[in-house]
Each structure stands twice: as structure tokens, then as C-alpha cells.
């Protein structure tokens, strides 16, 4: 695997918008579909500088070219009381499936958060989402709760599990 993980630029934001597109159109697992983010490269670009900016939260990007094929995000709460507490998303193009590009993000994303002193990882996976689970629970996330019609996609509804990972 020849494919470049790095943090996040801003000069990333074109290559990012048409990577969340492209992602959102392969599944129905995600909370957005082929539309992707309705949003401006330049408010995207401003999107990264947070990431950069704010030392507890991260944005990875894996390259192939100039094509981000991979994205993994850590953002926290800004609420004191919630503020241990850190959220994971992740996303991997379908053609680069199953070649431990997200297994290697999920080490990055987890390594970080231990770096940053979040207690806590929690994320929300489609529950009929087997392949997504099964990564997560390899790295120690467990079930704690279900979010009952948590997606409406083309009139039907579908469950999410809350997974999370205590640090
Ligand atoms: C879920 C996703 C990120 C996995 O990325 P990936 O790069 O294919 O993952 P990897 O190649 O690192 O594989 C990691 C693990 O996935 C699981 N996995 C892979 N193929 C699987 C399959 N056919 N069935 C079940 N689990 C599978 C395995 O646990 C695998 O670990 P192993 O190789 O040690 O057995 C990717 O499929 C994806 O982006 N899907 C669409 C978006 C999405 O669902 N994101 C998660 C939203 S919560």
C-alpha cells in the first residue's frame, strides 16, 4: 500500500467535498448520500483550519495521488461537562475497501484521543452496518445503546448502535 495518511490542509477542501460525495453515493450507512456537504471549498478549507488550530481534535486524510480515498475525523465537545468526551467518523472509498485503510486510521484516531486526554470515543454506526461494527469492536469499542429509527432514508428507517470506547 503505497497511499499517503497525514493530517488534514486546507488546500485539501476540493479534494475533500468530492470525497464525501463520492462516499455518500456508495452506501446508505452514512448521514449524508451522493450530495455529499452543500458547501463552498472555501468554507471547507476554513472547516480544516479548526483542525489544525484546536490541539484535541484531528483531521486525517489518506491520499492516492490526489485523490482522498480515506477520512478520519476526532471532534470534541466545546460544552465543559462534556468536553472529555471525543467523537469519531470515518470513511473509506469503496474501491480502496478491505486493504487496512481503516484499521490504520482507527489506530491514528484512537492514538491521538489518548494523546489529547479524551476519556471517552463515542460514534453512531448504522446497526445492520456489520462491516463498520466488526472494525470497531476490534479496537475495543463496545455497544452501549441503540438509537431507534435514527435514519430515514427513502421513507424507511434504520437503526444506529452508539458505540464507544472508554480510554
Ligand atoms: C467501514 C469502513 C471504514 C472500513 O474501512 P476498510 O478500509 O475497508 O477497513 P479495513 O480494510 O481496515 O478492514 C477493517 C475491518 O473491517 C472488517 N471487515 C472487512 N471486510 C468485512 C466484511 N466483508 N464483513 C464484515 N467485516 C468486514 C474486519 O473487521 C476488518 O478487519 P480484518 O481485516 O482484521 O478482518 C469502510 O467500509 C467504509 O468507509 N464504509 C462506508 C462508510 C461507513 O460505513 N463508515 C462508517 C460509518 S459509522
Redesign the pocket.
Known sequence: MSYVFREARPDDAEALLVHLKT?GG??D??TFGSEGFSISPEREARFIGRFIKNFDEVMYVVTDGSLIV?NGVIERERIPRLSHRARL??????D???????????KMMIEFCKSTSADVIS????AD????I??Y??YGFIVSGTLQRYFKIKGEYHDACIMELQL
Open positions: 462516499v456508495e452506501t450507512n452514512l480515506g467518523t470515518l470513511t473509506v472509498m469503496r480502496y475497501w478491505g486493504q487496512g485503510i481503516g484499521k490504520r486510521l482507527m460514534l453512531e454506526v448504522r452496518n456489520d462491516r463498520a466488526s472494525l469492536l476490534k
